[in-house]
């Protein structure tokens, strides 16, 4: 079978490099081309999952690299080694397959390898969040019971879930321990009603020592599901056992699921993971390239920090980008070469707006002094731009609903969340106030 020419190969990874964005994973540089036969790309990944993840994610953009080096219509197919065929069996079949918690372990096995707490960088962003993990696997439905942790994508919300529950296994290998996507559990209790099995999916779930559901916001619009979570949620508290929750935002902003549920999430500690600042980025980039043997000059990790300010999996895709462009070329790893890596991402970025620049536009098109804005006083005058600076910086900016609060005289997060639901209704019946947010917003992001 026809190999696959260096070059051409180089060609492929340079434009998966420029193009594959936040696609890449710091694996790709595992990836090896197998054959090139009638149209027919193969590549070997470096096992199941990573093959699964190139199959869901990345099949787009290694076809069009593909085509784009040779020049016509390519087909790409992943492949692992057959040793590692038979290794994973499908979570979703093994967890019916008896009556018995035994299926249990092959969702409780799932952990993502890595995601340790020795691996976690901690920094001024996620210190409540990892502290409170620690002390949660150490004394499991004990402490923080339940825990939710909420923050955007990529900023180790998954990671931490994982270093509990591995935490938990190595000091406890009997526990009964299940760490799954909040996707998995909606699909899990549809297949338990479809089959019939509903008592066997209630036994596996409720007789759990630690339950840890990532991204539980996808549980909106799933009514029935709600109710099986929140009878299971009431029976693992009532025995003590570790519930632990991540989603995108904090509970009071998930309006969507039932308040007795949202409710019970509070009952515990809800902990804000914020974005990385920039010694915490160059903290993480040191720390991934060390696990990876990879060498970065100090003056790129610098650079990569300096350019990539979003979140964990950011930083590690610039990473890989860098690595694997420095690979297929035969070049060493310099500014010159990472700048080339990360394209797009080093051109000058958009003005950022602040807090500042919204308590400016604020104050001249409503003719209120800042000083009354961050006041205690509570007049109409005063209490309406109020809001709309609160409605503001939670949309057009990246500060957390503690700090937006901490602008307006140390207010706290309820009140900006108060805030941003009474503009948002107001706006649904006053055409004119939404006119006049709208050309706030748009003087707001143009300020140089």
């Given at each position: 079978?026809?190999?696959?020419?260096?070059?051409?190969?180089?060609?492929?990874?340079?434009?998966?490099?420029?193009?594959?964005?936040?696609?890449?994973?710091?694996?790709?540089?595992?990836?090896?081309?197998?054959?090139?036969?009638?149209?027919?790309?193969?590549?070997?990944?470096?096992?199941?999952?990573?093959?699964?993840?190139?199959?869901?994610?990345?099949?787009?953009?290694?076809?069009?690299?593909?085509?784009?080096?040779?020049?016509?219509?390519?087909?790409?197919?992943?492949?692992?080694?057959?040793?590692?065929?038979?290794?994973?069996?499908?979570?979703?079949?093994?967890?019916?397959?008896?009556?018995?918690?035994?299926?249990?372990?092959?969702?409780?096995?799932?952990?993502?390898?890595?995601y340790i707490f020795q691996t976690f960088v901690t920094g001024p962003c996620n210190r409540l969040a990892h502290a409170a993990s620690l002390a949660i696997s150490d004394l499991p439905g004990t402490v923080y019971n339940p825990l939710f942790l909420h923050g955007s994508s990529g900023l180790g919300k998954t990671h931490l879930l994982h270093a509990i529950c591995?935490?938990?296994?190595?000091?406890?290998?009997?526990?009964?321990?299940?760490?799954?996507?909040?996707?998995?559990?909606?699909?899990?209790?549809?297949?338990?009603?479809?089959?019939?099995?509903?008592?066997?999916?209630?036994?596996?779930?409720?007789?759990?020592?630690?339950?840890?559901?990532?991204?539980?916001?996808?549980?909106?619009?799933?009514?029935?599901?709600?109710?099986?979570?929140?009878?299971?949620?009431?029976?693992?508290?009532?025995?003590?056992?570790?519930?632990?929750?991540?989603?995108?935002?904090?509970?009071?902003?998930?309006?969507?699921?039932?308040?007795?549920?949202?409710?019970?999430?509070?009952?515990?500690?809800?902990?804000?993971?914020?974005?990385?600042?920039?010694?915490?980025?160059?903290?993480?980039?040191?720390?991934?390239?060390?696990?990876?043997?990879?060498?970065?000059?100090?003056?790129?990790?610098?650079?990569?920090?300096?350019?990539?300010?979003?979140?964990?999996?950011?930083?590690?895709?610039?990473?890989?980008?860098?690595?694997?462009?420095?690979?297929?070329?035969?070049?060493?790893?310099?500014?010159?070469?990472?700048?080339?890596?990360?394209?797009?991402?080093?051109?000058?970025?958009?003005?950022?707006?602040?807090?500042?620049?919204?308590?400016?536009?604020?104050?001249?098109?409503?003719?209120?002094?800042?000083?009354?804005?961050?006041?205690?006083?509570?007049?109409?005058?005063?209490?309406?731009?109020?809001?709309?600076?609160?409605?503001?910086?939670?949309?057009?900016?990246?500060?957390?609903?503690?700090?937006?609060?901490?602008?307006?005289?140390?207010?706290?997060?309820?009140?900006?969340?108060?805030?941003?639901?009474?503009?948002?209704?107001?706006?649904?019946?006053?055409?004119?106030?939404?006119?006049?947010?709208?050309?706030?917003?748009?003087?707001?992001?143009?300020?140089?």
């Amino acid at each position: 079978m026809p190999t696959v020419d260096r070059e051409l190969w180089q060609q492929i990874i340079h434009q998966v490099v420029l193009n594959g964005g936040h696609i890449i994973r710091p694996w790709f540089t595992e990836l090896q081309p197998l054959a090139l036969d009638n149209g027919l790309l193969e590549i070997q990944a470096p096992g199941q999952h990573e093959k699964e993840y190139c199959q869901q994610h990345a099949m787009k953009l290694f076809t069009d690299a593909a085509q784009g080096a040779t020049g016509r219509l390519v087909g790409i197919c992943f492949l692992t080694d057959a040793s590692d065929a038979n290794e994973i069996d499908d979570p979703v079949d093994t967890a019916w397959q008896s009556d018995q918690i035994s299926g249990l372990g092959k969702i409780s096995a799932s952990f993502q390898d890595g995601y340790i707490f020795q691996t976690f960088v901690t920094g001024p962003c996620n210190r409540l969040a990892h502290a409170a993990s620690l002390a949660i696997s150490d004394l499991p439905g004990t402490v923080y019971n339940p825990l939710f942790l909420h923050g955007s994508s990529g900023l180790g919300k998954t990671h931490l879930l994982h270093a509990i529950c591995q935490k938990v296994v190595a000091d406890k290998p009997n526990a009964q321990i299940a760490v799954l996507s909040c996707e998995t559990f909606v699909n899990h209790f549809i297949e338990a009603v479809e089959k019939g099995k509903l008592q066997e999916f209630r036994y596996l779930y409720r007789h759990l020592d630690v339950l840890a559901i990532d991204d539980i916001q996808f549980l909106a619009n799933h009514e029935q599901t709600q109710e099986e979570f929140f009878h299971t949620f009431n029976t693992l508290y009532q025995d003590h056992k570790q519930i632990i929750v991540s989603g995108d935002r904090s509970p009071e902003e998930m309006a969507s699921l039932e308040e007795r549920l949202i409710s019970r999430f509070q009952w515990g500690l809800v902990t804000r993971i914020d974005r990385p600042c920039y010694e915490t980025r160059l903290a993480i980039i040191h720390k991934k390239a060390r696990l990876r043997n990879i060498r970065l000059p100090e003056d790129v990790a610098c650079f990569i920090a300096g350019t990539i300010d979003s979140n964990t999996r950011e930083l590690e895709g610039a990473i890989a980008k860098v690595t694997m462009l420095a690979q297929v070329t035969g070049r060493s790893v310099d500014i010159s070469l990472a700048k080339e890596a990360l394209g797009s991402a080093v051109e000058p970025k958009q003005h950022e707006v602040t807090i500042e620049d919204i308590l400016s536009a604020v104050t001249s098109r409503y003719s209120v002094r800042l000083a009354d804005l961050q006041s205690k006083k509570r007049s109409r005058s005063i209490a309406f731009p109020r809001q709309i600076c609160m409605y503001l910086a939670r949309n057009l900016t990246r500060h957390s609903l503690e700090e937006i609060g901490g602008y307006f005289g140390g207010r706290d997060h309820t009140t900006v969340l108060h805030a941003n639901r009474t503009i948002k209704a107001l706006c649904t019946n006053d055409p004119h106030l939404q006119a006049t947010l709208e050309r706030l917003s748009q003087d707001i992001q143009a300020t140089d």
